[in-house]
Nanobody
Framework: QVQLVESGGGLVQAGGSLRLSCAASGTIYRINDMYWYRQTPGKQRDLVASITSDGGTNYADSVTGRFTISRDNAKNTAYLQMNSLKPEDTAVYYC??????????WGQGTQVTVSS
């Protein structure tokens, strides 16, 4: 069994920063890619950022230059540093990991609210 625990969400004013964490535990042989998605009510879940096992990163255009994804392989943890936050970044943020030989696992989500 694999569990993902997300933390770091909350309420912040526009222009502020938050750092999300996603810690994986359980029977894990190897985590390949790690992802952050976000979703607002009534809309699809959109990819925000991804990071490969060797540190290669990709970002949605809307967050490029403001968000940074990173990972600590020793701790099976992914991070999302979010700077210069805007009200339109308000969403539930979800972590996903892709395990070798096991497929994808999702976290429970953490709410990020940016006030104007």
């Amino acid at each position: 069994q694999v569990q993902l625990v997300e933390s770091g969400g909350g309420l912040v004013q526009a222009g502020g920063s938050l750092r999300l964490s996603c810690a994986a535990s359980g029977t894990i042989y190897r985590i390949n890619d790690m992802y952050w998605y976000r979703q607002t009510p009534g809309k699809q879940r959109d990819l925000v950022a991804s990071i490969t096992s060797d540190g290669g990163t990709n970002y949605a255009d809307s967050v490029t230059g403001r968000f940074t994804i990173s990972r600590d392989n020793a701790k099976n943890t992914a991070y999302l540093q979010m700077n210069s936050l805007k009200p339109e970044d308000t969403a539930v943020y979800y972590c996903k990991i892709r395990l070798a030989f096991r497929g994808d696992y999702w976290g429970q989500g953490t709410q990020v609210t940016v006030s104007s």
